[in-house]
């Protein structure tokens, strides 16, 4: 029973008898579970490795077939840690498993699938991205043993690495490419991914109406396949649906994204909570969106993702933004923007980086605010209306700080000029309510009413209450107070 008595009492058993006992015993446990075995496939896996591990010590030439067995079972036991994103076990097993593969010799799938894995979980658990060349290095490796189910992913992350700097027209090829490649291999929720990536790559492209159309069309590639991918495409309809206006649809679609969630475990769950938040922060509902966004970042920390982490740091900052909790929400943002900006995800740095500022002028912080809100405009993709957007509105509050109030409203109009043709209708409402803010803190309460009329014009949608309230309250106090006789 006590530890110690177990491992002394394990060590005094033959490495002979220990390797037939691990086999046997996990031979046991695959036949007493039957179609439940996948439950435990890491332990099976274990007791298969150790069985081999065991044998190729007494006898290397004979221990081949429990190689074999090893192998299938921790590359088995892998692939399903992947794909319920426990990216901690999934990397322990690939490394296990390529410790294996080099012992009796692999197929080039199995080796291509191992290394390109291995790639693909460190990207995710890693403070910084993994070097072009690696990612080259796996890519020659899947490519000379396709078809397989690596290749598509690995071609889509080599794309993420090159979208900054080359812009998205420049990947698309890539994409396309990664998207045959799954086609391939057949499975529905590699196309669904790589679907989900190609309708991706034009929002980055401000082509909203063809993003919208090529996610419509893997709506219905998951209806026809049954893919696990459902969440994805589901959710982002609804946010698509957001830019319309559309909360009544777009919340609908978050329950369907979060019922079609394939497993429960701590990242599909966390992600579960961070739809939530984006949902209660649509709908004017900040106190909710921390709650939940809290909640997810939480989940994001045990297993280890700084790219989510981080994600939903942008979430609870903007939300404590909106309550007015400035200190919170630069804390929180400032963590968010330190992990972005280790791991070079310039999309995500300007729009992290322009709240921070726009926190830090609440704080009284002009210096640090402006270096934020001017680093933010610097970096914003000429195509990424929505960093555009809010990181001039940050540079206008800046201004303004500054008692350069020509600039600002220079920059309040730009913002709202570039968004008008933008089809993101939310972040235009946004824009406009910001500006007449401005307006109104400068005595211009006429041309603040314009602006605030048409932002409210925009949450006609039932579910927009909380917006049409906040509004409403700004209009009331452009209005010429009336003395009473």
């Known amino acids: 029973k006590h530890v110690l008595i177990r491992d002394v009492a394990y060590a005094t058993v033959p490495k002979a008898e220990r390797s037939r006992l691990h086999d046997r015993y996990g031979r046991w446990l695959e036949s007493s579970l039957g179609d439940r075995r996948h439950e435990i496939a890491d332990i099976v896996a274990f007791h298969a490795e150790q069985a081999f591990l065991l044998a190729r010590e007494l006898r290397p030439a004979g221990a081949a077939d429990l190689g074999r067995r090893a192998l299938d079972l921790l590359l088995e036991a892998a692939a399903s840690a992947y794909e319920r994103e426990d990216t901690h076990a999934a990397l322990n097993l690939y490394e296990r498993a390529r410790s294996v593969a080099d012992a009796i010799g692999a197929t080039p799938i199995e080796n291509a699938v191992i290394a390109g894995r291995i790639v693909l979980v460190r990207d ?7 070097a072009a060349g690696d990612v080259d290095a796996a890519i020659e490796l899947a490519t000379a043993a396709a078809p397989n189910k690596v290749l598509p992913e690995l071609l889509t992350l080599r794309a993420r690495l090159l979208v900054d700097e080359s812009g998205p027209a420049a990947v698309r090829p890539i994409l396309h490419q990664a998207l045959e490649a799954a086609r391939q291999t057949g499975d529905a929720d590699l196309i669904t991914q790589a679907m989900f990536e190609v309708a991706f790559n034009h929002y980055y492209a401000a082509e909203l109406v063809e993003m919208r159309r ?9 209806k026809r396949s049954g893919s696990k991918r459902t969440g994805l495409i589901l959710f982002w309809l609804g946010r698509t649906a957001v830019y319309q206006g559309d909360l009544t649809a777009a919340s609908s679609l978050v329950d369907e994204s979060i019922a079609a969630l394939p497993y429960k ?59 007015g909790d400035y200190a919170g929400a630069r804390d929180v943002l400032a963590e ?13 740095i300007p729009e992290v980086q322009a709240r921070l500022a726009r926190a830090l002028v609440r704080l009284g912080d002009i210096a640090a605010a402006r270096t934020h809100a001017e680093g933010a405009t610097a970096t914003a993709m000429e195509s990424d209306l929505e960093s555009r957007f809010i990181s001039a509105i940050a540079l206008a509050e800046v201004r303004e700080a500054d008692g350069d109030l020509p600039e600002a409203d220079r920059l309040f109009r730009e913002a709202v000029g570039f968004m008008e043709p933008s089809g993101i209708g939310n972040a235009l409402a946004e824009t406009r309510e910001q500006y007449a803010r401005f307006l109104m803190r400068h005595g211009r309460a006429e041309e603040a009413r314009g602006q605030l009329d048409m932002a409210r014009a925009f949450w006609s949608d039932p579910l927009a209450a909380r917006h049409r309230e906040r509004i409403d309250a700004l209009l009331r106090s452009t209005r010429p107070r009336t003395m009473s006789i």
């Open 336 to 348: 968010a923007l330190d992990l972005f900006t280790r791991r070079g995800q310039r999309g995500q």
């Open 265 to 323: 475990s701590k990242w599909f769950r966390a992600i579960e909570h961070l739809a939530r938040a984006s949902r209660a922060q649509q709908q004017g509902d900040p106190a909710t969106a921390v709650i939940e966004a809290h909640t997810g970042q939480a989940l994001f920390r045990e297993v280890g993702q700084p790219n989510f982490i981080a994600s939903t740091g942008w979430a609870i900052g903007e939300a404590m933004l909106d309550l």
């Open 214 to 222: 090529l996610l419509a069309e893997a709506r219905e590639h998951v």
């Open 124 to 130: 995710a658990l890693a403070s910084a991205r993994p």
